[in-house]
């Protein structure tokens, strides 16, 4: 088992590194030039060029990539271009917004969906099963912006329940925090809870027509149990990896929930630096967020372990 | 209120919205501060204003810096952070003695070598700024609070020059930053600004925050546009970068910002019917709009094409398609800005002609033979994507063949400094737009430039007699000469070189929360002079 982590780990490495070779290429051989959105556009074409000098982009491209790979093996991730401040600083400043979303539109997202997968499953056939399963399709039809501007509507700007935008860090205090992630949270969440709740549905009817359910139920288990114990630990495996898979695509699919609901979180800081040409910017997100799934990827390979037995390392 | 919520879903509603008091889910005590929250038009993502042009980094210079001349509503120009100054009788030496009380926010008494050092610095970078130097022999301190600029000839803009309201606007800086090389960001704000930048507070992309820097020094007239007494009455100002229009609209609706400095064209309609919110055009100048051709390849090498130009655009429908309320636009063909006291109607028949057989007929003359127009087309700013595509319909309507090639911003400021033919990655037209006050005048208004490939801006017009008359415009001090030789401009551009074809003049309306007053008027967003009511 420690064999097979320490493997995996080390298997990031070369993932890191072909990532970070393809965005760095990706990203200078794009047309488009920092040096010019910074002089504007009135400059003169060698104050352009004075400046492009004094960031260093007229050195030779593999001058320019070792420079980099070099700082980021000695934990630099850089200096944004435009604000002069440092990259970790940058990623450091968005990265408890997009975690609390991500970790709170799971948690919200597993709270709602796998007992209504469950129940779905359990009364298959009937109308609990139809409305529940008309949600689902529901929840994945309607883009998430529509249900952000229609609860925004209805909660804060009718109801004043919760603000229209803007992320209150935890350190501010729960409530406030509360208060600021409650909208992004479940406006983001449905289309997950969605997800969850088809994928827990179509695993519990698989097992629940397996020969150990009848037994179990021929020995009188009540429902809970057979449910619980017996049908959903048996079904958790495929429900397990697609909340993975969605853990990885919350880190960096945020961005509409964060533009919405105007949260600083590290999609908008990616946005913002693509349409300036931002590369140190883009390359440390990029580097975080590939690092961050190959972690998430392994969480998951190993959670089977603990779900079922039979699966070794 | 919406029509369909009855009185019963309004009382349901009501005790609803009570419910979070209730579990103690309300905001937390009020502050005793007094906060002015902003929405601006961008994310301040830069801090040296004379290292970038960007328009939210100039604002953030008003902020934290002053400037030795502002312009005031009138765009006249008044002294700001001068006392007194005197011009010799030959016009050639101006001496500049500081007013009292400055001081950088760091404490230091401000100084004129800390002046000498700024106004040498911004000359390095700004066009009114190196044409300034191109005219001066010495700039240097005479003592701790006085400086003289000495030049070489006459030069009429001196005071425009230094009160210059937009970008690069010459703000002092302490003389140790100032020092920083013109081309690298100086490390640390230290202004003497009415306002401190609060760097700790700082978030790019999310949170700016500005205290009140209590030991400043208002002047005592009457605030108007950048002049005048900067009475700042709140303690704090915090810029709250919205990107989402929709949200910011929201956000202004339910009382989490106070302003929003500009408000989607299509949100106005929306914002008109709250009862909580006011709007108002407070930059009389508004935005010119550019369509620029490559004079350096065909078929735009040739005058008759570039009138044709002339003939073929109908600003109205470039405004329909842009901005849309006739409120906040007018069919302009001036090229300094109507409403300034360089407004010319000199040559502008073409422009106002909208006749297509003329363009036709010209085209022809140019020898145009049905050649490939490529068209970059900026589809991430809607202002540029909407009028690049009015531009290929009314081009294709004269019977030119048309490419509109789509990109970014990015990608299209760096592709319009290609020189080679639109056939080897060139282009022949693009759009852009500049603000009014980047306008109003021959030398601020860089998209008239005839310097050719060597000085002009991208598109490289050459005309030497253009050049002649914008030299004479800077030397001459008697505003009637000033204004002739605006008219003989105007004549030339519009009869030969057609620099670019502007395409309407629009206004961008700012909206506030009701209760708010004193926005000042002016092309730059101030928060200074601004109360705000308790109620």
């Given at each position: 088992?420690?064999a ?28 488009g ?8 556009d009135y ?12 960031l ?21 991730l ?7 401040l440092?990259v ?32 779905a ?30 609860m ?12 229209v935008?803007?992320y209150?860090?935890?350190?501010d ?7 600021s992630?409650?909208?992004?949270t ?9 997800l969850?709740?088809?994928i ?7 097992v629940?027509?397996?020969d ?12 809970n149990?057979l ?8 079904a958790?495996?495929?429900i ?8 990885a ?17 590290l ?7 693509v ?7 883009i ?25 079922d ?5 | ?12 509603l ?10 103690g ?10 906060v002015?929250?902003?929405?601006p ?6 801090l040296?204003?004379i ?19 502002a ?5 006249n ?11 010799s009788d ?12 400055l ?63 937009s ?19 100086v ?14 507070e ?29 009475v700042?009455?709140?303690d704090?100002?915090e810029?709250?970068?919205?990107p ?5 609209m ?13 408000p ?28 620029r ?9 040739n ?10 655009v ?6 329909q ?35 297509q ?21 900026s ?26 090639q789509?990109?970014?911003?990015s ?17 022949n ?12 005048s ?9 310097g050719?490939?060597?000085?002009a801006?991208?598109?490289w ?19 009637m ?31 506030w929360r ?22």
């Amino acid at each position: 088992m420690y064999a097979y982590i320490a493997r995996r780990l080390l298997a990031t490495l070369p993932v890191m590194a072909v990532v970070g070779i393809a965005v760095f290429m990706l990203l200078h051989l794009t047309p488009g030039d920092p040096a010019v959105v910074i002089a504007g556009d009135y400059a003169r074409p060698e104050d352009i060029d004075k400046i492009r000098e004094r960031l260093g982009l007229n050195e030779p491209l593999h001058v320019q990539f070792f420079s980099w790979v070099g700082a980021v093996l000695s934990g630099d991730l850089g200096t944004s271009i435009f604000s002069n401040l440092p990259v970790a600083k940058l990623i450091g400043q968005r990265l408890e917004p997009t975690l609390a979303l991500a970790i709170a539109t799971i948690i919200f997202a597993i709270l709602v969906a796998v007992p209504m997968g469950v129940i779905a499953a359990w009364k298959a056939g009937t109308l609990t099963d139809r409305v529940i399963m008309v949600f689902a399709v529901l929840g994945f039809s309607v883009p998430v912006f529509v249900i952000g501007y229609a609860m925004m509507w209805l909660f804060s700007i009718t109801l004043g329940w919760f603000p229209v935008q803007g992320y209150k860090p935890i350190g501010d205090g729960f409530w406030p925090f509360l208060r600021s992630i409650t909208l992004p949270t479940v406006a983001l969440g449905i289309i997950y809870v969605a997800l969850i709740a088809r994928i827990t549905r179509a695993s519990m009817l698989e097992v629940l027509t397996e020969d150990y359910m009848r037994t179990a139920r021929a020995k009188g288990l009540d429902n809970n149990a057979l449910l619980i114990r017996h049908a959903l630990r048996n079904a958790s495996v495929p429900i397990v990896t697609i909340i993975g898979i969605g853990i990885a695509l919350l880190i960096g699919g945020v961005v509409v929930t964060e533009s919405v609901f105007n949260i600083p979180g590290l999609g908008r800081l990616t946005i913002d630096a693509v349409l300036r040409r931002d590369y140190p910017i883009i390359q440390g997100v990029i580097l975080i967020f590939s690092g961050a799934y190959v972690i998430v990827n392994l969480a998951i390979d190993l959670s089977y372990t603990v779900l079922d037995p039979r699966i070794r390392y | 209120m919406p029509r369909f919520l009855t009185a019963t879903r309004r009382a349901a509603l009501a005790a609803l919205a009570a419910a979070p008091m209730a579990l103690g889910l309300g905001i937390g005590p009020a502050s005793a501060e007094s906060v002015l929250r902003i929405v601006p038009h961008a994310d301040l993502k830069n801090l040296d204003p004379i290292w970038t042009t960007a328009y939210i980094t100039r604002n953030h210079g008003y902020m934290v810096y002053d400037t030795l001349f502002a312009q005031d509503e009138e765009l006249n120009v008044h002294p700001q952070m001068v006392g007194e100054h005197s011009v010799s009788d030959d016009g050639l030496v101006y001496t500049f003695t500081l007013r009292d009380g400055l001081k950088w926010h760091d404490g230091d008494p401000v100084k004129a070598e800390d002046c000498v050092a700024s106004i040498l610095r911004w000359g390095k970078r700004d066009g009114m700024g190196q044409k300034l130097m191109d005219f001066t022999r010495e700039l240097k301190a005479v003592d701790d609070k006085t400086f003289t600029l000495t030049l070489n000839e006459p030069y009429g803009l001196v005071l425009d020059s230094l009160g210059k309201i937009s970008s690069n606007t010459p703000f002092m800086m302490k003389k140790e930053y100032a020092d920083t090389d013109a081309f690298e960001q100086v490390s640390e704000v230290v202004g003497s600004g009415p306002f401190r930048f609060v760097k700790e507070e700082w978030v790019p992309g999310s949170k700016v925050v500005y205290a009140r820097n209590e030991d400043y020094v208002p002047r005592s007239e009457a605030a108007s546009g950048a002049a005048g007494g900067k009475v700042v009455h709140f303690d704090r100002v915090e810029w709250i970068y919205i990107p989402d229009p929709a949200t910011a609209m929201n956000a202004l609706i339910n009382g989490e910002v106070d302003l929003w400095e500009t408000p989607a064209v299509d949100m106005v309609p929306l914002l008109e019917q709250s009862e909580d919110v006011e709007l108002a055009v407070i930059d009389p100048l508004g935005t010119q709009g550019w369509l620029r051709p490559n004079h350096l390849h065909p078929p735009f090498d040739n005058p008759k094409a570039r009138q044709a130009l002339l003939y073929a655009v109908n600003q109205t429908v470039y405004l329909q398609a842009i901005v849309g309320d006739p409120k906040l636009y007018k069919e302009c063909a001036a090229y300094f800005i109507c409403g300034t006291p360089n407004e010319s109607d000199v040559g502008v028949g073409p422009l106002q002609s909208h006749d297509q057989e003329m363009a036709r007929k010209l085209l022809a003359e140019a020898g145009y033979k049905g050649e490939k127009i490529i068209l970059m087309q900026s589809t991430d700013i809607p202002v540029l994507n909407n009028a690049a595509l009015v531009t290929a319909q009314v081009l294709r309507d004269v019977g030119m063949d048309v490419e509109v090639q789509a990109m970014d911003w990015s990608t299209l400021t760096s592709r319009r400094a290609e020189k080679k033919s639109p056939a080897d990655g060139g282009w022949n037209i693009f759009h852009t737009y500049a603000t009014g006050a980047d306008a109003t005048s021959p030398i601020a208004n860089i998209g008239v430039s005839g310097g050719g490939v060597e000085k002009a801006w991208f598109g490289w017009p050459t005309d030497e007699k253009t050049e002649m008359l914008r030299d004479q415009f800077a030397r001459e001090a008697d505003p009637m000469k000033k204004k002739a030789i605006i008219d003989e401009l105007q004549g030339r551009l519009f009869d030969h070189l057609v620099p670019y074809v502007n395409y309407g003049q629009w206004f961008q309306p700012v909206a506030w929360r009701k209760g708010l007053e004193g926005v000042l008027v002016s092309p730059v967003p101030f928060f200074w002079n601004i109360t705000k009511d308790a109620g």
